[in-house]
């Protein structure tokens, strides 16, 4: 009788085990997900050139991922060489631009697709072409089929020069002393701005730190007009992003702002303190109360653009490092940041900014 009821233990046994392996290989197993259809682009033969750098010059749109799990997909574009997307090393020197959250298309202007371009090694003023593939993002990563375009990229001109920007931020409008705007390409100038509380948002444009020659409002606030009297005006207080196009005569602001975050920070690691741009330095400034934590710099009071220091010594802070700087003692205190960020949109942000925390 033992001996049936030995076989009997032993054959549930089996039975339980195999069932769980069957439960479990039912729980473990990913479904899967793939891109229903082909992604599309605009063109397929693109000619970029330096006087065409503001305009658009590829839009990619692709279909919704549906994956096993209810929740948002990220999707990236990851353009490469042909000849890099093959074999054990393929894709790995790709450019990868992340997109957003459930966003199905991105565009690229002229001067975003050359710098991909140039950046991967395509030759200047010769046809080449470029891989291109999506991908998506939430439990795993999956890939769309890839699209090949030819693009003919173009070499941007060292440009020097500066128009100046005087103005009621200054508090008293001097021309002398008038922020500068710096060249970025031929006849495109960019700078920034902050207008503090109780002084005006108006403007002019000079070509020069005189009177001679300036540029007011045309028919619209965002046209220039040479030597219009009616001022332009940014959209109120704050930190700007000023561009302005000589070639098409037009300007354009974007809000701008550098700022701290941390737990030594009074918005900790959830919101951004705006720093104020002082146009003479070009620096970045804020006096604050912070208490013993770390400090870190960000852009527009979101992560995709920060800085983080390696220690509380070299005042240096490095694109994308995990680092902060620590605070050890609560107190007042006055801290500076200066980065090199005259064309972001074209050159990339820099590896490296100089800062200052200083105990008042």
């Known amino acids: 009788m033992k001996k049936y009821i030995n076989k009997l233990i032993l054959l549930s046994g089996l039975l339980f085990l195999g069932s769980s392996c069957e439960s479990d290989g039912q729980l473990t197993t990913l479904k899967a997900a793939s891109f229903p259809s082909a992604f599309e682009v605009s063109s ?12 658009q010059a590829l839009l990619v749109s692709w279909p919704e991922v549906t994956f096993p799990i209810a929740a948002p997909v990220t999707y990236a574009i990851q353009f490469d060489l042909v000849n890099d997307i093959s074999g054990s090393q393929a894709w790995q020197k790709a450019k990868r631009i992340v997109v957003g959250e459930d966003v199905l298309s991105k565009s690229f202007l002229d001067r975003d697709l050359n710098k991909i371009a140039t950046d991967l090694g395509l030759p200047i003023d010769v046809q080449g072409q470029l891989a291109i593939r999506i991908e998506a993002t939430m439990d795993r990563k999956i890939y769309s089929n890839t699209t090949t375009i030819t693009v003919t990229p173009y070499e941007r001109s060292v440009v020097f020069g500066e128009i100046y920007m005087p103005g009621a931020y200054q508090g008293v ?72 196009n000589l070639n098409t005569l037009k ?75 620590y605070v050890g003692e609560a107190g007042t205190y006055e801290i500076t940041y200066q980065i090199n960020d005259v064309d972001p949109l074209g050159v990339g942000y820099p590896a490296t900014a100089n800062y200052t925390i200083i105990k008042k």
């Open 173 to 244: 409008w001097n021309i002398d002393t008038a922020l500068a705007l710096t060249a970025i390409s031929k006849g495109v100038y960019q700078g920034y701005v902050t207008v503090l509380p109780g002084y005006g948002p108006v403007f002019k444009l000079n070509t020069e730190r005189g009177w001679e020659q300036f540029y007011g409002a045309g028919a619209t606030n965002n046209d220039l007009k040479n030597m219009s009297t009616t001022d332009f005006a940014l959209p109120g207080e704050g930190s700007y992003q000023v561009k302005v």
């Open 44 to 55: 397929s033969n693109i000619v970029l050139t330096e006087e065409t750098a503001d305009d």
């Open 251 to 325: 300007w354009s602001s974007v809000a701008y702002s550098w700022g701290i975050v941390g737990d030594g920070t009074p918005g900790n690691w959830g919101t951004s303190t705006p720093m104020n741009y002082d146009y003479q330095t070009k620096t970045w400034k804020i006096t604050v109360n912070l208490v013993p934590g770390n400090v870190k710099f960000r852009l527009n009071n979101d992560w995709a653009v920060n800085y983080g220091s390696k220690n509380t010594t070299d005042g240096i802070a490095y694109l994308d490092d995990q680092g902060a700087h």
